[in-house]
């Protein structure tokens, strides 16, 4: 199952996040959701783990142009040239000859160096290093500031989204812009949310356990969630959701969980370095 970004290409509707594994445990883990059937999988400089995931997509049977691996640019390797290095790391890193996806990790603002660290990752993309563009936790304002001083757009936002911080307005700004929303946290880091009276019912009556319910729900948002899970049979039921749907009513419930609930960064104000 995939879904088309605005440049083309298809970018798988479900992913493995990797946040926070070290390189032995992403080994492990990508290794298992590649044979469970996983194609997408995301990783940051940041996390410190690209090499476990580089081990695990070597070794792994499915062909290298049938997976599709993000990674994201760290806030130490803001503007132009320091870009283009961090971008290097990461795919030597990784062990890669492209990535399918790279990101801006945060916009760090306050350093406004995100418009030029932007024009490295067109040229990129024009150079079929990183085969598409997007940006991470970024807000309308500053997409538009790179439609504005660029005139590229990100095919991909990957934002914090999940039932308690829905993002009604973002997504909509998103589908208007042919913008695609990845969540991330989408289990809301399986803390409360998972126990929710509503996410409850709804597995009693698909018969589904409630991750399955939440990521349900992004699938029929039109976000990409990419759930993080260090479990096997976790990793096997979080990609088992393309067969049952939730009514409209039942995502009107699942609608009433948003209390604007933000578990990580503020996007005006994060530093990420
Ligand atoms: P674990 O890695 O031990 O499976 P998020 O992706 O929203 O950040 O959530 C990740 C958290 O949710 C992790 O703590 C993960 O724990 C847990 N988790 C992942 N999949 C499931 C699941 N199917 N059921 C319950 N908890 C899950």
Redo the contacts with the bound molecule.
Sequence with gaps: MTIMLCDGRPMPRLGL?TWPMNDDGAHQAVRHAISLGYRLIDTAASYGNEAGVGAAVAEASVAREDLFITTKLRGSHHGYDAAMRGFEESRARLGLDYVDLYLIHWPLPGRDLYVDTWRAFVDLREQGLARSIGVSNFTTAQLRRLADETGVLPAVNQVEL?PGFAQRELRAWHAEHDIVTES???????SKL?DEPVVADLATAHAR????IVLRWHLQLGAVP??????PE?MR??LDVFDFSLTDEEMARMAELDNDGRLGGNPDTHVEL
């Design positions: 996040g999940h991330w946290s989408p289990l809301g880091r399986g998972l356990t409630p991750a399955q990419i759930p993080k899970s260090a479990h976790r039921q979080n």
